[in-house]
């Protein structure tokens, strides 16, 4: 079973910018949809952004302009660049893998952003 593993989470004030990392103990996302959720105090768990294994991108609409996902083959990490953070995207954020028939969640990062 691949394992993933996000980093990059943290404390960081309005309109600060992140860069969270997924990164895969196998060679993957050439054949995965990776995707990250995230999930706020007292809310449910909510697709942000995706990435399919043929390089199409997703977001909702509330990030849009603001995020950005993309992959590095060689280093096997998926990313997720937040840009403009608002208080409203504070949350845990979960890595999501899609492939073969099979889903592998990772551990979650926390992202707070105070206003």
């Known amino acids: 079973q691949v394992q993933l593993v996000e980093s990059g989470g943290g404390l960081v004030q309005a309109g600060g910018s992140l860069r969270l990392s997924c990164a895969a103990s196998?060679?993957?996302?050439?054949?995965?949809?990776i995707s990250w959720y995230r999930q706020a105090p007292g809310k449910q768990r909510e697709l942000v952004a995706s990435?399919?294994?043929?390089?199409?991108?997703n977001y909702i609409e509330s990030v849009k302009g603001r995020f950005s996902i993309y992959r590095d083959n060689t280093k096997n990490t998926v990313y997720l660049q937040m840009s403009s953070l608002k208080p409203e995207d504070t949350a845990v954020y979960y890595c999501?893998?899609?492939?073969?028939?099979?889903?592998?969640w990772g551990q979650g990062t926390q992202v707070t952003v105070s206003s």
């Open positions: 196998a060679d993957i996302f050439s054949v995965a949809d």
């Open positions: 999501n893998a899609q492939y073969y028939s099979r889903t592998t």
């Open positions: 990435l399919s294994a043929g390089l199409r991108t």
